[in-house]
C-alpha cells in the first residue's frame, strides 16, 4: 500500500520569506515517481515537479527546488522569496513506475498562506 | 488550458438525483483517471479507463459509474445522489497507462457538485 504524509497542514509566512513544504512517502515498490502539484484558490490542480526514484538529483527551478532523499523517504519542497501568488494548497503525490494500478495517491495537502 | 476539458464547470442538484460529468482527455492521451476531492476524505482516486478499457479502480461507490467512448472522452455518472456527494471532480489523463511515463498526469480544471 502506498501512502503520503504531509504532516503540515497549514503555513503562514510573510512575502519574502522561504518555505519549506514537507512530504514523506511510504511505498513497496522499488521504482516510483513522486509529484508535487499546486491547487490555487481557482481551484485547478496545476503540476510542478516529477521525479522518479532513480534520481535522487536534487532540483532548481527560479524560486522552487526540490530535495528528494530516498533513504528517509522524503521529497520536499522550498519556496525561496515567497510572493503573495504562491498563497494556495499544495499536494505531493505518488504513482508506482509500472504495475496495474497507476493511481496517483495523494497527501492530505498543505495550505500556504503568504501574507504582504 | 491544460488541455484536458471537463463539463461542466459547476452543478447544483438535488438528493436522489442523476449526474454525468463529462471529460475530454488531452490530444494523444490514451488514459483518463478520475478523482474525487472532499473536504474530509481529500483526493481520492474513483478509477481509471485506458484505451476505451477499465484499468484500474478505486474506492469508488456502486451509485457511481464511469466509461470511456471510442473517441476517448469520458463520462462519470453519479446517481442516487447523497449530500456527502457534494465534491469536486478532477479527470486526469496521461499518454500511456501510467502517469510515470511520458509528461505524467494532466489535471482538468474540475466539476464542482453540490448536492442540496
Known amino acids: 500500500a502506498q501512502k503520503v504524509t504531509q504532516a503540515q497542514t497549514e503555513i503562514s509566512v510573510v512575502e519574502k520569506e522561504d518555505v519549506t513544504l514537507d512530504c514523506v512517502y511510504e511505498?513497496?515498490?522499488?521504482?516510483?515517481?513522486l509529484f508535487w502539484y499546486k491547487q490555487p484558490p481557482s481551484g485547478e490542480l496545476v503540476f510542478l515537479i516529477r521525479?522518479?526514484?532513480?534520481?535522487?538529483q536534487n532540483e532548481i527551478s527560479g524560486r522552487y527546488s526540490w530535495n528528494f532523499q530516498k533513504s528517509t523517504s522524503s521529497f520536499n519542497f522550498t519556496i525561496t522569496a515567497s510572493q503573495v501568488v504562491d498563497s494556495a494548497v499544495y499536494f505531493c503525490?505518488?504513482?508506482?513506475?509500472?504495475?496495474?494500478?497507476?493511481?496517483?495517491?495523494f497527501g492530505k495537502g498543505i495550505t500556504l498562506s503568504v501574507r504582504p | 488550458d491544460s488541455g484536458v476539458t471537463q463539463t461542466p464547470k459547476h452543478l447544483i442538484t438535488a438528493t436522489g438525483q442523476r449526474v454525468t460529468l463529462r471529460c475530454s482527455p488531452r490530444?494523444?492521451?490514451?488514459?483518463v483517471y478520475w478523482y474525487q476531492q472532499s473536504l474530509d476524505q481529500g483526493l481520492q482516486f474513483l478509477i481509471q479507463?485506458?484505451?476505451?478499457?477499465?484499468?484500474a479502480k478505486g474506492n469508488i461507490l456502486e451509485r457511481f459509474s464511469a466509461q470511456q467512448f471510442p473517441d476517448l472522452h469520458s463520462e462519470l455518472n453519479l446517481s442516487s445522489l447523497e449530500l456527502g456527494d457534494s465534491a469536486l471532480y478532477f479527470c486526469?489523463?496521461?499518454?500511456?497507462?501510467?502517469?510515470?511515463?511520458?509528461?505524467?498526469?494532466?489535471f482538468g480544471s474540475g466539476t464542482r457538485l453540490t448536492v442540496v
Open positions: 490530444s494523444g492521451d490514451l488514459s
Open positions: 479507463y485506458y484505451n476505451g478499457e477499465e484499468r
Open positions: 521525479r522518479n526514484s532513480f534520481d535522487e
Open positions: 503525490a505518488l504513482t508506482p513506475y509500472t504495475g496495474a494500478n497507476s493511481k496517483l495517491t
Open positions: 511505498t513497496r515498490d522499488t521504482t516510483y515517481y
Open positions: 486526469a489523463s496521461s499518454v500511456g497507462w501510467t502517469g510515470g511515463v511520458g509528461y505524467g498526469y494532466t
